[in-house]
């Protein structure tokens, strides 16, 4: 049992962001962004929503749904009671999955009765499209792997969440980064399996979310590699060497494009505050007092310090968060540094040839 209880755990450790910020993107284009204190009404929803499919096949099926809800199964004579109490809760869980959503806005901005009603009703639609988004993402996001090993390439997931209407922003600034970093790439259309979940959200949660997601997903491919653009998460595939290569340029690339590598609101609207510091809207100095003090998960903390560290390094003298000089091109201040040293240094030999003509 151990070799098989270690292989789910590694399982879940490399699902487990990849999940998490995909049920995130999810309500967020729902039902914009979300506190850290009600994140326990966000476990409701989605436990509700993964639930919901499972009782109604319950109502054809009682041992089946209480199988897979509490790992038993009820004797032949139990099965009319099972059904109804699966009938009642396929009723019952999208509405509480609608009620739980009219909680996530501030307490003034919460809906009041007519609207109160149909948020609560909107459960029904709501419950569909995150239990699509979250059941989908787990067969989704193992596949890079599976093909790794098919191509005997290596896979890794860059776990982030790609800003409402800002896919196209994305996909252009990471594959300009791979140009950049001397990876030449074309952009192909992803498979329809990755389409799927936006296109369930476009579809049941109206044109308000219709204009958020992206129509089509589109891939980065190019000589011993392949970058799939998910709202959610990044795939890469490709050789050792180059997805090293890649990987480094394109989480360098993040921190100045439209998508959150963080997941909670506050640590994104932080995130936020970076950006637009990185744009000269903003000061790195409040942001890092903010920081210092912020209620957050240490893994987001730990992502903003570097995001941080990162925009400060291209707001300094040297105007550049390259590992090289020659990476970035000459920023415009060593440049002029070195046209003064240049001129010195030429002054320098004038002065010193004239000298040592005048001693001859």
């Known amino acids: 049992m151990l070799p098989i209880g270690f292989v789910f755990a590694f399982i879940g450790r490399q699902l487990g962001r990849v999940l998490t910020l995909a049920f995130n993107w999810a309500t967020i284009v729902l039902f914009g962004r979300v506190p850290r204190s009600r994140e326990l009404y966000l476990s409701g929803m989605a436990g509700a929503a993964v639930a919901w499919p499972i009782v109604i096949a319950g109502i054809a099926f009682p041992s089946f749904a209480t199988f897979l809800l509490g790992l038993v199964t009820v004797p032949e004579w139990l099965h009319p009671w099972v059904r109804l109490g699966m009938l009642v809760l396929a009723v019952i869980l999208p509405l509480i999955a609608g009620f739980l959503s009219s909680r996530l806005p501030d307490e003034g901005a919460r809906p009041r009765g007519r609207d109160l009603v149909g948020a609560i009703a909107r459960g029904y639609p709501n419950s569909l499209a995150l239990f699509v988004v979250i059941v989908w993402m787990m067969f989704v996001a193992p596949l890079g792997r599976i093909r790794a090993l098919i191509k005997r390439w290596e896979s890794v997931h860059v776990p982030i969440a790609v800003k409402p209407g800002g896919y196209d922003v994305v996909l252009n600034d990471l594959a300009g980064a791979l140009s950049r970093a001397g990876i030449a790439v074309r952009r192909r259309r992803a498979s329809w399996a990755y389409e799927l979940p ?133 920023s415009p201040l060593r440049e002029r540094a070195a046209a003064a040293v240049r001129v010195l240094a030429g002054q320098r030999n004038g002065h010193g040839g004239r000298s040592a003509g005048g001693a001859g």
């Open 198 to 330: 936006g296109k369930v959200l476009a579809l049941l949660g109206g044109d308000a979310v219709r204009a958020l997601v992206p129509q089509r997903l589109w891939r980065l491919v190019g000589d011993g590699f392949e970058m799939t653009l998910h709202p959610t998460d990044l795939s890469l595939l490709g050789r050792s060497r180059i997805l090293s290569h890649a990987r480094a340029a394109i989480v360098r690339e993040l921190t100045f494009t439209e998508a959150y590598q963080t997941w909670s609101k506050e640590a994104q609207i932080i995130e936020d505050r970076i950006t637009n510091a990185a744009r000269g809207a903003d000061d790195l100095d409040a942001i890092g007092a903010v920081l210092k003090t912020a209620d957050l998960d240490f893994e987001e903390w730990e992502i903003l310090y570097r995001l941080l560290l990162q925009v400060r390094l291209r707001l300094s003298p040297t105007e550049t968060d390259s590992l090289t000089a020659a990476e970035d091109g000459i």
